[in-house]
């Protein structure tokens, strides 16, 4: 079975603080994503990557970062929390050619920034 | 503007019912996805398509590309059914996702 975790369920952070989600997959895939889901909104897509020290910005990248130094692993990077980031934020992995493939989804973080 | 439109956005059924949701898309797409999540977040696939029909269990997926358009079924559905039903289309590694229908079912 292919596994996704997410480094934190629930986290609770200042303004101004610098966030830290990680995200580790198990199945050796080479895509990985990061999306925040809002109410109303649905799933939209920060960054994502297609191999090591690779990514590419999706719809939302303002105010995120990433970095991918291990192929298994997929941080995202909030360099200077604010409250319009509070969210749940979901990673995913994948084999190439993603649009066939089936997106693994880890169980996701709820960030609450005060 | 959406790319993908899920309807109804909310649903709820009595226990034992036919159930279906809908799916509209405006983009061309490689491949259409249907997606489960429960409380507490974690999403699962159901089915991808790119065609036709697929069936697993109680549950039926169809796509018509013509008029970008897909449908998920539940037959005879149960409480444990109830989670929000997400759409997400495909088009090379880039998916959108529709908004989900958050389906109750009441035993």
């Known amino acids: 079975d292919v596994k996704v975790t997410q480094s934190s369920r629930y986290l609770v952070k200042r303004t101004g603080e610098k966030v830290f989600l990680e995200c580790v997959q198990d199945?050796?895939?080479?895509?990985m994503f990061w999306y925040r889901q809002d109410p109303g909104l649905g799933l939209r897509l920060i960054y994502f990557?297609?191999?090591?020290?690779?990514?590419e910005k999706g719809d939302i990248p303002e105010g995120y970062s990433v970095s991918r130094e291990k192929k298994e692993r997929f941080s995202l990077i909030l360099e200077s929390a604010s409250t319009n980031q509070t969210s749940m934020y979901l990673c995913?992995?994948?084999?190439?050619?993603?649009?066939?493939?089936?997106?693994?989804f880890g169980p996701g973080t709820r960030l609450t920034v005060l | 503007k959406n790319e993908v439109e899920q309807s109804p956005q909310n649903l709820t059924a009595q226990e034992g019912e036919f159930i279906t949701i809908n799916c509209s898309y405006s983009?061309?797409?490689?491949?259409l996805h249907w997606l489960q999540q429960h409380p507490g977040g974690g999403i699962v696939s159901l089915f991808m398509?790119?065609?036709g029909k697929k069936k697993h269990g109680r549950l039926i997926a169809t796509i018509n590309i013509q008029e970008k358009h897909s449908s998920l079924h539940i037959t005879a559905s149960h409480p444990r059914d109830s989670a929000v039903y997400i759409c997400?289309?495909?088009?090379?590694?880039?998916?959108?996702f529709g908004t989900g229908t958050s389906l109750t079912v009441i035993p």
């Open positions: 995913a992995s994948s084999t190439p050619g993603s649009a066939y493939n089936e997106q693994f």
């Open positions: 199945m050796d895939h080479e895509n």
């Open positions: 990557s297609y191999d090591v020290k690779m990514k």
């Open positions: 983009v061309g797409i490689s491949a």
């Open positions: 398509l790119s065609s």
């Open positions: 997400a289309v495909g088009n090379g590694n880039q998916f959108y």
